[in-house]
């Protein structure tokens, strides 16, 4: 009898710890952890990107915060059609940036680089994707923004002669 008096005790207890164990385990917050120091985190601002009359694309911007973090700057883009605007985006070129080598030597958190597509489009989706050196900590994107092509001038200018009224 005394055999079945522990056992239904070791039973009970075992009970307990996973009871115990399941409502420590859920602490009630939703999503992701955190990165435990956010002084290693930094984000885009300001950042936009301009077609070049020659087809290339420029692309200009600020980083804040914990620059010195940013392993890689990756520039993804493809074709927008009209037709499609809803469709998910689907990059078809991706232009991997050292971003040490952009900085501005003036205003350090400004970078610009530029990049030539091997497919030229009318107009582009785009998106800066910022990776960081340190494991664990997450890649920072813009969202996907349209960009337009330049509106080129096709209108012919003639000279007309000013005739002078002097005599």
């Not at 056992?7 to 435990?36: D, E, H, W, Y």
């Not at 990776?131 to 007309?160: M, Y």
Request: glycine share 6%; net charge negative; aromatic share 10%.
């Amino acid at each position: 009898m005394n055999f079945l008096a522990k056992n239904r005790q070791i039973v009970a207890s075992f009970v307990l710890l996973i009871i115990f164990s399941t409502i420590m385990g859920a602490c009630g917050r939703k999503g992701a952890p955190l990165p435990q120091k956010v002084d290693q985190l930094y984000s885009f601002q300001d950042v936009y990107v301009y077609q070049n009359s020659a087809g290339s694309l420029t692309v200009m911007g600020t980083i804040n915060g914990a620059r010195q973090n940013t392993q890689a700057l990756v520039l993804e883009i493809e074709g927008y059609d009209e037709n499609c605007s809803t469709c998910p985006f689907v990059p078809v070129e991706s232009f991997p940036i050292d971003p040490r080598a952009e900085w501005n030597s003036d205003v350090p958190r400004e970078f610009s680089f530029t990049i030539m597509p091997t497919k030229l489009f009318t107009a582009y989706r785009w998106r800066l994707v910022g990776h960081n050196s340190i494991a664990g900590l997450p890649t920072v994107a813009t969202p996907v923004l349209k960009l337009e092509a330049p509106i080129v001038d096709t209108r012919e200018f003639i000279e007309i002669p000013i005739k002078s009224s002097v005599e």
